[in-house]
C-alpha cells in the first residue's frame, strides 16, 4: 500500500534527514530518488544511443487513465489510482507503435534514467543469443569449458542451459532482507550496489573477492544434495556468470558488446548506462539504467522477434526459444514452492513466462520493475516502482499491477 513519507532531498543543500546516501538509496523512502538517481549513488558505465530518433505515436486519452482494473485485494480502481496507490514511479503502454498510456510519480520523469535492477537479466540473456550467433557455443556444455577460473568451482557441475534457466544448483543463496545473509556480506557488496561499512574503500590487494568475478570463481559451491537442471532456484550469480561469459568470448566489455549490438541499433531515445562492480565491471544481474520509453523499446524488440527499424537485430529463433517450454521446464518450476502462489508458470532463459500459448512474458526486478510482453495483443508495457519491498512474492504491490497489466493487455 502507498505509504506517505516525507519528501527526500530536500533544499539546497538537502535537509539532513532528507538526504539520500549510498547506505539508504535502496530503502524507501529514499529509493524514490535512489532509483531515478543510480548513477549518483553508484559507480556506471554509458550505453550510448545510435541512429535516428524513434517514430512513436502518442495518442493517450483521460479514458484510460480511468479504467477501472481490479487489485490483488479485489479491490477496483481507476488504473492511475492503482498505480500511485502501489509504488509505481512510471508506467508505459505501448501497443504497436503508439504509446495509448504513459504517467510518471515520485519526481520521475520522461528523460530521466531509472534502475532496471534484475530485469537487466533478461538483456543480458538476450545479448548472449548474439554472442552464440558469432561462437560455438554448446548450452550443454560447462561455463567452465569457457572460462578457466570457474573449474572447481559451483558452476563447473552445471550446463549453460541450466545457468540460464536459474537451476545450477549452488550453495550461494538469495536474500535481500538478512544484513547477516552470504549476499549482503558478500555479493552485493561486490556488486558495488549495497552498503557494508568500510567495503567500498577496500582494495584489491585486501581483499581475496574484490569483484564479481571474483565471487563467482572463489565463493560460489555446488549445493550438496541437489542436481543441476532439476528445480528453479533464482540467483543472481547465473546472471552474472552470461556476463562474463559473453566478455570472455568476445573480447570487449559487456556494455559495450550491448551498446554495439543492442543499443544503438535499436534507435532508443536516449544514452543508457550500466552500474558497475567494485572491480569497475559491469554488473549483468541487475545493473541497467534508461528511461521508460527505451525499457518499452526493448520490449518492442522482443514482440517483434528481434526486428527494430527494419533490421534483424537479433536471432529470431533464440528470442522464440524462451517461449518453447515443456512438461520438464514446468516441473523445474513447479518443484520449488516459494512460487506457488504467484501468476508464473515457467522461467526460461532469464524471464518469467506467464502464459506461452499467447507469448505473455516479462523481464522483472526487485522493487517492482516489469518489462511485460503480450504477443496475441502486440502490447508491451514498461513499469518502473519504489516498492519498499525488494521481493515480489507475495507482495500486494506487486500481484496488484502485474494484474493490471494482464487485464489491460488482455
Known amino acids: 500500500m502507498k505509504i506517505n513519507h516525507p519528501k527526500v532531498m530536500q533544499g539546497f543543500p538537502p535537509r539532513r534527514e532528507s538526504q539520500v546516501t549510498f547506505a539508504n538509496y535502496m530503502r524507501s523512502p529514499f529509493s524514490t530518488w535512489g532509483f531515478r538517481n543510480a548513477e549518483s549513488t553508484t559507480h556506471t558505465a554509458m550505453l550510448p544511443r545510435g541512429g535516428d530518433l524513434p517514430e512513436i505515436n502518442v495518442s493517450q486519452s483521460d479514458d484510460f487513465s480511468g479504467r477501472v482494473v481490479q487489485d490483488a485485494n479485489g479491490e477496483h480502481l481507476p488504473l492511475n489510482k492503482l498505480l500511485e496507490k502501489y509504488c509505481a514511479d512510471g508506467f508505459l503502454v505501448l501497443q504497436g507503435n503508439t504509446i495509448v498510456y504513459e504517467a510518471y510519480w515520485n519526481g520521475f520523469s520522461q528523460h530521466q534514467r531509472h534502475i ?63 544484513p547477516d545473509s552470504e549476499f549482503s556480506r558478500f555479493y552485493a557488496p561486490a556488486l558495488g550496489m549495497a552498503y557494508l561499512p568500510g567495503a567500498q574503500d577496500v582494495q584489491p590487494s585486501e581483499a581475496e573477492i574484490y569483484g564479481v568475478h571474483d565471487f563467482l570463481a572463489k565463493f560460489v559451491r555446488e549445493e550438496t544434495g541437489e542436481e ?125 513466462i506467464l502464459d506461452a500459448d499467447k507469448g505473455e512474458y516479462a523481464a522483472v526486478g526487485i522493487h517492482g520493475q516489469v ?12 513499469q518502473f516502482s519504489s516498492q519498499p519491498n525488494a521481493s515480489q512474492v507475495g507482495s500486494v504491490e506487486f500481484r496488484s499491477k502485474l494484474s493490471a497489466m494482464r487485464q489491460i493487455a488482455g
Open 116 to 178: 532496471w535492477f534484475s530485469m537487466t537479466k533478461s538483456l543480458v540473456s538476450t545479448a548472449f543469443g548474439i554472442l552464440m550467433e558469432e561462437h560455438d557455443i554448446d548450452l550443454n556444455a560447462s561455463p567452465a569449458k569457457y572460462i578457466d577460473e570457474l573449474k572447481g568451482s559451483g558452476f563447473a557441475r552445471t550446463s549453460i542451459q541450466q545457468v540460464l534457466n536459474h537451476a545450477s544448483a549452488i550453495a550461494f543463496k538469495e536474500n535481500y532482507v538478512d
Open 228 to 352: 543441476p537442471g532439476r528445480v528453479f532456484e533464482y540467483n543472481s550469480a547465473n546472471a552474472d556468470l552470461i556476463g562474463w561469459m559473453i566478455a570472455r568470448l568476445s573480447g570487449i566489455p559487456l556494455q559495450d558488446f550491448i551498446a554495439d549490438r543492442i543499443w544503438s541499433k535499436l534507435g532508443t531515445y536516449h544514452d543508457a548506462a550500466l552500474v558497475v562492480d567494485r572491480a569497475y565491471m559491469p554488473v549483468a544481474t541487475g545493473g541497467m539504467l534508461s528511461t521508460l520509453r527505451d525499457a518499452a523499446l526493448f520490449g518492442r524488440l522482443i514482440l517483434n522477434r528481434g526486428q527494430a527499424k527494419g533490421q534483424q537485430i537479433l536471432p529470431a529463433h533464440w528470442v522464440d526459444e524462451t517461449l518453447k517450454v515443456n512438461d520438464v521446464d514446468g516441473d523445474r518450476y513447479s518443484f520449488n514452492p516459494l512460487y506457488k502462489d504467484e501468476a508464473w508458470k515457467y522461467y526460461k532463459n532469464m524471464w518469467w
Open 371 to 382: 518489462i511485460y510482453i503480450n504477443r496475441s495483443t502486440e502490447v508491451v508495457i514498461a
